[in-house]
């Protein structure tokens, strides 16, 4: 009958027995049973397995794991035999909640009834273990799927090169990627966008991109899903024309490009401070009619914050509302901090009550932006109301909480006094003080304006003044310093007028009427001990602190409460087309990243500096920060490096905020260098008072030159080779390349990976809460 709704192969109605399954309160083996005994072809297919196939599988696209359990249990109750196709249908409901337990309980039993797994029983297994998030598990999955001799398909490495990706390793992916190609599996194209999501999630830029080339060399087409991937590692490695030029790449294969690509590209061009371009991507994604998201919206929000455009925020906000779009926390995070920059604190406040309309409970993120907004615009009693608040509807303080408040009433005495000593009880500024026995130092690298100059004024009465006191420990002090940081950090957050950390502790240093000691280090500041002892002498062993005159100071040179005087430009709110200066890079623009450009050497200078990247203090300098030269040169901070070839970072080694050389030992007041000495001279000791160089590496010639300190001799660095890293994250580690090279002038090294916070699987440093500042 071809009215009839029964399924000719199994003798009844599959849907209507899985609707009436999938029923809350179901009797599942009465409703078996009745379809079993409806006739004799039902009957045969519940025999040979088919109709037990058609059920579970059914019920699996349901994802109703109840009923699947109860026609499991039946299955066994009525002793009908169970072949791979029903375990493989039972683990792949597991395999789409991620329940990898149950799934490797499933493969047991199949062991324990000698049932025969294949590659779709271990691609499932390894699937559900990407899905919960056990890497491991995957691997495991994987190596006894080798070695049991299972037919060895893509599906399984995908799967398992994703679990790794997932799972932030990506090494093992890599591996695992090596392992497949090895065996004669053939890499596809999910192949290629797992791997190159690893390298994202691994901020590998430069291994997404070779990815993506040998997937195009391979034949295989281009795929929207690869290439957003590929945009945004580079966007983590702020390669914003990479990421421009393989965006125009994937249109010219005739593919169009997806939400989520243009979403990587927006988020690429703001974090590289490219806001304008990421703004006339929005622009055209809305001209096309693209369906724009919350995190298109998201990025565009954070590219107005780079642009100071807070109207343009706020027309955002607006639109989300007329689209339908929820706002969520990271929205208004998004919004504060705009609001933040453009000091706005007036808006501020209103967004916070708009989000207690909407429901978005705030987070710490949202209560720093508002403070630090009060603070930017001298309404410290508004900032202290938010500071109470935080506590009193438990939500968490944190270092940037604490840097915010105090940078609202550093002007008053008592209160700030009282909040720092609660930041350095909580372990938030413990460990910014340093007293050793020759040497004394206050680091304020992390700290925002206002905390430091409250910590400097705590530190100098509460930690320098009962030393001074003792005579005996005031002979062995040669040191007092004071760290402001010079580095990509303090660089981002320069204002206007160069105020800064280091301007303010000089002028605090200055209303104390305290000396400097000279120093060229930009990122550092000196005392003269004696000057400090002078003044508490005079002051009955207090220090006196003209409060007055230095508000006045703050007030005419500093940006302590300016507001920025930027031009506001509004876009149309339906979009426009694509401008092409988007695409766009002006000759002669320095495309390098943070990191490339923290990484270029100068060798060469007075004195030469053959073949070495410093060549002593007149031979040369480190544009930044970073390792000085192999002829005992040294860098803008002031870091003498000796003569130690690059290598990876020694764990037993000593290090400050601003320096990193592998098996170098810094002491502050004095400098010791360590060297290989294979040909070159030998290399002594480093006192305060000259630098020696003359280092030899591995087939370098020549050295063995002495520089001093006080008039800039220079000197020659060894005449030979210098190394430069190829792919990986530091020097002295695999892929290296070798170069002659010797320079009697001047020359230019670029090194992409040097320079601050540099990243190693065993080794990392990580400066996360200096850059909120």
Not at 44 to 51: C, D, K, V, Y
Not at 99 to 116: K, L
Not at 297 to 322: F, N
Not at 566 to 580: D, S, Y
Request: aromatic share 8%; charged share 25%; glycine share 10%.
């Amino acid at each position: 009958d071809a009215h009839d709704s029964r399924d000719a192969s199994v003798g009844f109605d599959v849907n209507d027995v899985v609707s009436r399954l999938c029923a809350s309160r179901a009797n599942v083996p009465r409703v078996l049973e009745e379809a079993r005994s409806l006739n004799a072809a039902a009957r045969e297919s519940f025999e040979s397995g088919r109709a037990a196939t058609a059920i579970l599988s059914k019920i699996r696209h349901r994802r109703n794991l109840d009923a699947v359990m109860a026609v499991w249990k039946w299955l066994d109750d009525a002793q009908l035999r169970k072949e791979v196709i029903h375990y493989n249908t039972l683990i792949s409901c597991f395999e789409k909640s991620g329940d990898w337990r149950t799934a490797i309980d499933i493969m047991a039993e199949m062991d324990r009834n000698s049932v025969p797994k294949n590659d779709f029983t271990y691609c499932t297994s390894i699937a559900a273990c990407e899905k919960g998030g056990n890497w491991q598990m995957a691997v495991t999955l994987l190596d006894q799927m080798e070695r049991d001799g299972v037919k060895r398909t893509p599906h399984a490495y995908n799967a398992c090169i994703s679990a790794c990706e997932k799972g932030m390793n990506v090494q093992k992916a890599m591996d695992i990627f090596d392992r497949m190609k090895r065996n004669g599996v053939e890499p596809n194209v999910v192949t290629y966008s797992a791997m190159i999501s690893a390298y994202e999630k691994g901020h590998q830029w430069k291994q997404a991109l070779s990815t993506l080339h040998e997937m195009k060399n391979r034949g295989l087409g281009p795929n929207v899903v690869a290439y957003s991937a590929c945009i945004s590692a580079l966007s983590k490695g702020q390669q914003w024309e990479k990421a421009l030029d393989v965006f125009r790449e994937l249109e010219d294969s005739g593919e169009r490009p997806s939400v989520v690509t243009y979403n990587s590209l927006m988020s690429c061009l703001e974090k590289s401070l490219q806001w304008e371009r990421a703004l006339n991507l929005f622009d055209e994604m809305k001209y096309n009619k693209l369906p724009v998201t919350v995190v298109t919206y998201g990025a565009a929000l954070m590219a107005c914050e780079k642009g100071l455009q807070w109207q343009q925020c706020l027309d955002y906000l607006d639109e989300m509302t007329e689209r339908h779009i929820k706002k969520n926390v990271i929205i208004f995070g998004a919004a504060m901090s705009c609001m933040e920059k453009c000091c706005r604190p007036d808006i501020s406040l209103k967004l916070m009550e708009r989000m207690k309309e909407e429901s978005v409970q705030p987070n710490t993120h949202i209560f720093n932006s508002a403070i630090t907004a009060c603070a930017r615009c001298d309404m410290a009693e508004k900032a202290l109301e938010l500071f109470d608040k935080m506590k009193k509807t438990g939500v968490k303080q944190d270092v940037v909480t604490y840097n915010a408040i105090l940078d609202a009433v550093c002007s008053q005495q008592e209160v700030s006094r009282r909040i720092f000593q609660e930041g350095v009880q909580k372990g938030y500024y413990s460990k910014i003080s340093r007293l050793g026995t020759q040497w004394l130092e206050l680091d304020l690298h992390f700290l925002s304006l206002g905390a430091g100059e409250v910590a400097l004024g705590w530190w100098l009465e509460e930690g320098i003044l009962p030393v001074l006191c003792n005579s005996d420990k005031l002979k062995a002090v040669a040191s007092i310093g004071i760290v402001t940081g010079y580095g990509r950090t303090r660089q981002r957050g320069t204002r206007d007028r160069g105020d800064g950390m280091r301007k303010r502790v000089q002028a605090q240093l200055q209303f104390m009427h305290i000396e400097e000691q000279e120093n060229e280090n930009k990122g550092r500041v000196h005392i003269l001990p004696q000057s400090l002892i002078e003044q508490a002498e005079a002051n009955d062993g207090r220090l006196q602190f003209d409060a007055e005159s230095y508000q006045c100071f703050k007030a005419e040179h500093t940006t302590a409460h300016a507001r920025p005087n930027v031009e506001q430009i509004r876009r149309p709110r339906e979009g426009a087309a694509r401008k092409e200066e988007t695409f766009i890079v002006p000759p002669g623009t320095d495309t390098r990243s943070d990191a490339e450009r923290a990484g270029t050497w100068r060798g060469g200078g007075r004195g030469g500096g053959r073949g070495g990247r410093g060549g002593g203090r007149g031979g040369g300098y480190s544009t930044s920060v970073g390792r000085g030269g192999r002829g005992g040169g040294y860098d803008s901070n002031n870091n003498n490096y000796g003569s130690k070839p690059v290598g990876p970072p020694d764990r037993s080694s000593t290090y400050r905020h601003d320096a990193y050389q592998g098996q170098q030992h810094q002491y502050h007041g004095q400098y010791r260098g360590q060297q290989r000495n294979d040909d070159g001279g030998s290399v002594k000791n480093y006192d305060r008072g000259s630098y020696q160089g003359g280092n030899s590496y591995s087939d370098q010639r020549g050295g063995g030159q002495s520089y001093d300190y006080d008039n800039s001799a220079g000197g020659g660095g060894g005449d030979g080779r210098y190394h430069r890293q190829s792919n990986n994250q530091y020097g002295g580690s695999k892929d290296q390349q070798w170069n002659d090279r010797s320079g009697s002038s001047n020359y230019e090294y670029n090194q992409p990976s040097y320079g601050r916070g540099y990243h190693h699987q065993d080794d990392r440093y990580d400066h996360k809460r200096a850059r909120h500042y």
